[in-house]
Every structure is written in structure tokens, then in C-alpha cells.
């Protein structure tokens, strides 16, 4: 495993749309173990999306406290409910915000073996499907934020 710069701010990669994955393989798996490793190493990391490693793939993996997710293709195929929450995000340190979202959504994707996997998820696991979906859509947080938030302000 090896980690991988995350890419920041105004880097023209956050903002691409991302290419389907044709096939889950060893060099597929070898770049989710890389983002793991690097959203692991990085401050207040619960999901990371290929784009944001400068890989222009559907690709994400997430750990909110429930265990690592290795999700490839992912879809939101259902939604319900809304929320508005605070996030942040690896490629735009300091930066916090209040962003709405769905309350309760269902994801399917491949796992890292190729395997058909349906998340039917709510909370924070649900947000940041929802966040690195987006990413994987070229949409990044800060084009959603209603309200700015200063953490040093909120300490």
C-alpha cells in the first residue's frame, strides 16, 4: 500500500466527472487499499474518493466508525428524508460548512471482489455517500454549503 497526495482546493481533477470501473481487479483493489491507507493517514478522514487521489474513476472507500467500505461503481439509487449537517472535506482543509442531504439513503456498487452490495444507510453514513458521490460527480461540498462555519469559533 502506498499513499497518495490528496488533491486540494483548486485542482482541476476535483471537479471532473469520474469513469465507470469495467473491472474489479487487482490493480483496482491495490488503488482502494492505497485510498484507505491515505484517508487513514489523513486528519478527520471518513471517505475518500478516487478523483480526490487524482484517479478519474468511480471509486470510493468510507469508514465513519462501522468499518472500511471498498466501493466500486457506487450509486444512489434511493433517497428520503432531509438534513442539514456539518462537513468538511480532506481536499479542502479548514474549510467547514453546513450542507443539506438526504436523511436516509440506499447505494449499490460492486465490492473490492466484484460483488453486488447494497447499503441502505442513514446519519453520517449517509452523508458522506452522499459527499463522495458527489465527489465522484465532480461536485465538491463547498458548492453546497448554506452556511459557512469558523471551528475555531465553535471550540
Given at each position: 500500500?502506498?499513499?497518495r497526495e490528496i488533491r486540494t482546493f483548486d485542482d482541476e481533477v476535483?471537479?471532473?466527472?469520474?469513469k465507470p470501473v469495467a473491472k474489479v481487479d487487482d490493480h483496482v483493489?491495490?488503488?482502494?487499499?492505497?485510498?484507505?491507507?491515505?484517508?487513514?493517514?489523513?486528519?478527520?478522514?471518513?471517505?475518500?474518493?478516487?478523483?480526490?487521489?487524482?484517479?478519474?474513476?468511480?471509486?470510493?472507500?468510507?469508514?465513519?466508525?462501522?468499518?472500511?467500505?471498498?466501493?466500486?461503481?457506487?450509486?444512489?439509487?434511493?433517497?428520503?428524508?432531509?438534513?442539514?449537517?456539518?462537513?468538511?472535506?480532506?481536499?479542502?482543509?479548514?474549510?467547514?460548512?453546513?450542507?443539506?442531504?438526504?436523511?436516509?439513503?440506499?447505494?449499490?456498487?460492486?465490492?473490492?471482489?466484484?460483488?453486488?452490495?447494497?447499503?441502505?444507510?442513514?446519519?453520517?453514513?449517509?452523508?458522506?455517500?452522499?459527499?463522495?458521490?458527489?465527489?465522484?460527480?465532480?461536485?465538491?461540498?463547498?458548492?453546497?454549503?448554506?452556511?459557512?462555519?469558523?471551528?475555531?469559533?465553535?471550540?
Amino acid at each position: 500500500m502506498a499513499l497518495r497526495e490528496i488533491r486540494t482546493f483548486d485542482d482541476e481533477v476535483l471537479r471532473k466527472v469520474c469513469k465507470p470501473v469495467a473491472k474489479v481487479d487487482d490493480h483496482v483493489r491495490q488503488i482502494l487499499d492505497d485510498m484507505a491507507e491515505t484517508m487513514y493517514h489523513a486528519p478527520n478522514g471518513g471517505g475518500l474518493a478516487a478523483n480526490q487521489v487524482g484517479i478519474l474513476r468511480r471509486l470510493i472507500v468510507v469508514d465513519m466508525g462501522e468499518g472500511l467500505y471498498k466501493l466500486v461503481n457506487p450509486e444512489i439509487v434511493e433517497s428520503s428524508g432531509e438534513v442539514v449537517g456539518l462537513e468538511g472535506c480532506l481536499s479542502f482543509p479548514g474549510v467547514w460548512g453546513k450542507v443539506k442531504r438526504p436523511a436516509r439513503v440506499v447505494v449499490k456498487a460492486l465490492d473490492e471482489n466484484g460483488s453486488p452490495v447494497t447499503l441502505d444507510v442513514t446519519g453520517d453514513m449517509a452523508k458522506c455517500l452522499c459527499h463522495e458521490t458527489d465527489h465522484l460527480n465532480g461536485i465538491v461540498f463547498t458548492s453546497k454549503i448554506i452556511e459557512y462555519v469558523d471551528m475555531d469559533e465553535e471550540e
